[in-house]
């Protein structure tokens, strides 16, 4: 069985800050998901990245395969940041498992 | 398209009824994936489907819950009887493709009181 682990659990930032958060998993995948759940609940595919890094805005994800280990990054975060952020991989075909996700509030 | 629907949005029963959640898939996605979300277990897969087929419902908690895709544009989750512990917040998405990103539908929030 896959297990996710990420970190932290809760994030406070300021505007303007640079974010990370990480996500580690303990057996080798295909690939790894970001994705993004607003206050309102709905949830949105950020990422899905199997190697190298991927930038979309100013999101950035990388991921180390060797290391099992992924990282989410928020360049100039905003207010509207403010998201819990999940990390999913699969257990076996299209059976994901998800981290617990990491709270983000970014204050202005 | 409009993405991923599910309907209601928001149920309240009372324990013992029969619950029906609904979804309908993005047109041409061939896999239809089912989540539940609760404060204590986080998001959980129950069942997907492939080509209208399930696939894997390992994740199904007990004989209660059952799901059905008649066709390509429609599914269900059904739960009978339902419990307090049913209680959650139940995703509906979908993709083109194996290992492909997933859109999800807005969750249908269940209580069960």
């Known amino acids: 069985k896959n297990e996710v682990e990420q970190s932290p659990q809760n994030l406070t930032a300021q505007e303007g800050e640079f974010i990370t958060i990480n996500c580690s998993y303990s057996?080798?995948?295909?690939?790894l998901h970001w994705l993004q759940q607003h206050p309102g609940g709905g949830i949105v595919s950020l990422f899905m990245l199997s190697s190298g890094k991927k930038k979309h805005g100013r999101l950035i994800a990388t991921i180390n395969i060797q290391e099992k280990h992924s990282s989410l990054h928020i360049t100039a975060s905003h207010p509207r940041d403010s998201a819990v952020y999940i990390c999913a991989v699969p257990q076996y075909g299209n059976k994901l498992v998800f981290g617990a996700g990491t709270i983000l509030r970014v204050k202005s | 398209d409009a993405g991923v629907i599910q309907s209601p949005r928001h149920e309240v029963t009372e324990m013992g009824q029969e619950v029906t959640l609904r979804c309908k898939p993005i047109s041409g996605h061939d896999y239809l994936f089912w989540y539940r979300q609760t404060m204590m277990r986080g998001l959980e897969l129950l069942i997907y489907f492939n080509n209208n087929v399930p696939i894997d419902d390992s994740g199904m908690p007990e004989d209660r819950f059952s799901a059905k895709m008649p066709n390509a544009s429609f599914s269900t989750l059904k739960i009978q009887p339902s419990e307090p512990r049913d209680s959650a917040v139940y995703f509906c998405a979908s993709s083109s493709q194996a290992n492909t990103e997933a859109f999800f539908g807005q969750g249908t929030r269940l209580t069960v009181v």
């Open positions: 057996v080798g995948i295909s690939a």
